[in-house]
């Protein structure tokens, strides 16, 4: 369970202080698949960030599986994403010099497993997102598409409670859109995993159970 | 796959950049050695000196003798287990260019308090009987082609005349720093020389007194007692550690020594902007990886490692690289030293200290190089290291 309770960030541009999210208050139960709706700078990805403990809010408490991250220190709150958050960003990420096994292996670095159970674990998220005869293609020998799936991987490899993901269909076309869409409602709905997705995207949105809209910072009542 | 292999590939994401960054430490380091070697040279008589070995020298200059007479009031001071006494002869071998040190020494004491002059038992007995005989260093025999019986002329010029010698004993050096490039032969000779030259006023007198005592630590009042026995008489002394004495020559460098030591250091700060410089790069242009990074839960510990560790690994490249080229060129230096400067540089070696060095600076260098591009991953906020903020 997501709680999200009045919470309000700004950030500084020199001297102005320009407000990002005001007074936003969201519950989101735990299996659900939520669409964070709006147009860019609308305040979809700061709540992101903040639910996915990358960013602070200036006010206002986040509870995650009832723990206010908001709470943790900074190391407390690095060792909490790597247990409970899987974070999809709209550009993959991935890191050029690591093939694809390589980069959905780099979470399991931080858990105490073996070789051989992190080659487990590696190979069951390829699997899953149908790429484990790609395992050993670095970034730049995969489509846009296939690239994401591998971020998928690595951020489902962890088996994290949460799935974030900032614009996941942003950078791709239809049908690797399609794919991407038609494994992340898999994930939900076969492995019960919580997802929340901005997308400004309408297609991307309609396979969410719930739709939130933003608009400049203040999130629009059902 | 670990972290390690992380280090590694970053390393090599830019071969060529890593390559010539590299290539920089190790011609700088090439540079820092060579300069350390050179300083090591001008001190290498200081380190050759003996701990329990005292000079006595007049105390207006070294130009300036003793009287022989002085060492049996010497001998009988407590706490000196041995003298013995030599003269500068500066001779020219064949032409002025073959500069190397001749003493005129009392063979059998001078050999006793310097064991570190190592020779055959057979060559030792033929240079202490034969008065025309004379010792030299491995090297000096080695670069002129001398074998044991040969005759060489030396030309006086403090002492007038043709010199004729046998060289009857080659010394090796007991340690990589002493001196194997002086010649010794007989004082008595010498003395002989002076006397029918000069007359008997001129003879019976010494350069210098070495003395043996029985501990180092009584060097200061043991100094003290000689120099206070002679005090007022016509040839004060003057008496130190074989170490301050051969100091007393290096000061006279003293100048070219600090120069050499600043270039060194300058040498260690260009290093320092090389490796900053592309460390610096490097982290710019990976910022949002260490943004990835630490949104998958690394800890600033994890990403210190990962930026360290690739600037390390380029230190230690440049410096493997740079010990590599300034083995061979200390070498061929030390060979050119050889056969252009005489013995201006009698032992000129790449010490095993100035290779811990140069690694040790280098790998400092590496950490100090990555201190700037730590502190900017650690610190900047995720947000805007993926730089996306909706």
Redesign the interface.
């Given at each position: 369970m997501v709680e999200v309770h009045n919470v309000y960030k700004s950030?500084r541009r020199e001297s102005m202080e320009i407000p990002?999210l005001v007074d936003i208050s969201l519950d989101v139960p735990d299996g659900a698949f939520v669409a964070l709706m709006g147009p860019?700078?609308?305040?979809?990805?700061?709540l992101l960030?903040l639910i996915?403990g990358?960013?602070r809010p200036d006010r206002g408490a986040i509870r995650v599986g009832g723990l206010n991250i908001a709470d943790l220190s900074?190391?407390g709150l690095?060792?909490w994403?790597?247990?409970h958050v899987g974070?999809i960003?709209?550009f993959y990420?991935l890191?050029?010099?690591?093939t694809a096994f390589?980069n959905v292996?780099?979470?399991l670095?931080?858990t105490g497993l073996s070789r051989r159970e992190r080659r487990g674990h590696v190979m069951a998220a390829l699997s899953l997102v149908g790429l484990e005869d790609r395992m050993q293609h670095y970034p730049r020998q995969l489509s846009g598409g296939q690239e994401q799936r591998v971020a998928i991987a690595?951020a489902l490899v962890t088996d994290p409670t949460l799935l974030v993901a900032?614009e996941p269909t942003g950078d791709l076309d239809r049908d690797s859109a399609r794919a991407v869409l038609d494994l992340l409602s898999a994930l939900n709905a076969d492995f019960g995993k919580t997802i929340l997705m901005?997308t400004h995207d309408p297609r991307a949105a309609e396979r969410a159970h719930t739709i939130r809209r933003f608009d400049k910072g203040v999130l629009e009542t059902n | 796959m670990r972290l390690l292999n992380l280090i590694l590939r970053n390393t090599l994401r830019h071969r060529l950049r890593s390559l010539l960054t590299a290539l920089g430490i190790g011609v700088a380091v090439l540079a820092f050695g060579l300069l350390r070697t050179v300083v090591d040279a001008w001190y290498a008589g200081v380190a050759a000196s003996a701990q329990n070995r005292l000079v006595a020298r007049n105390a207006v200059s070294l130009v300036f003798p003793l009287p022989l007479a002085y060492r049996h009031q010497i001998a009988v001071i407590r706490g000196v287990t041995g003298i013995s006494y030599g003269n500068w002869f500066g001779g020219v071998y064949i032409d002025e260019k073959n500069f190397f040190a001749q003493f005129a020494v009392d063979p059998p004491t001078y050999m006793d308090l310097y064991p570190e002059f190592r020779m055959p038992d057979a060559e030792r007995e033929a240079f202490y009987r034969d008065r025309k005989g004379c010792a030299v260093g491995r090297k000096l025999a080695a670069k002129y082609g001398w074998r044991v019986g040969d005759m060489i002329r030396v030309q006086g010029t403090i002492y007038p005349g043709d010199w004729d010698f046998v060289i009857r004993a080659i010394y090796r050096g007991a340690e990589p720093s002493t001196d194997e490039t002086v010649m010794f032969f007989h004082w008595d000779r010498l003395n002989e020389e002076i006397r029918r030259t000069w007359g008997e006023g001129a003879a019976n007198h010494v350069g210098w007194y070495v003395l043996r005592i029985t501990r180092p630590e009584d060097a200061g009042p043991i100094s003290d007692q000689v120099d206070a026995m002679f005090k007022n008489s016509l040839a004060e002394t003057r008496t130190e550690t074989e170490r301050a004495f051969q100091m007393g020559f290096v000061s006279m460098a003293g100048t070219i020594i600090v120069a050499l030591r600043v270039i060194s250091g300058v040498v260690l700060v260009i290093i320092l902007l090389v490796l900053a410089n592309t460390m610096a790069m490097a982290a710019r242009e990976r910022l949002s990886e260490y943004g990835v990074l630490k949104t998958l839960g690394f800890r600033p510990g994890h990403l210190i490692g990962i930026i360290a560790g690739e600037s390390l690994a380029i230190a230690g490249l440049g410096a493997a690289l740079g010990v590599a080229l300034t083995i061979p060129v200390c070498n061929g230096f030390a060979k050119f030293v050889t056969e252009n400067l005489g013995s201006f540089f009698p032992v000129f070696r790449l010490s095993p200290e100035t290779v811990y060095l140069s690694v040790g600076a280098s790998l400092a260098v590496g950490l100090l190089a990555a201190l700037f591009p730590c502190a900017r991953a650690v610190h900047i906020k995720i947000v805007d290291a993926i730089r996306r903020v909706d």
């Open positions: 950030y990002a860019s700078g609308s305040g979809k990805t700061t960030n996915a990358i960013d900074e190391s690095a060792r994403r790597s247990r974070y960003f709209q990420n890191l050029p010099v690591l390589e292996e780099l979470p670095l931080l690595r900032d901005a | -």
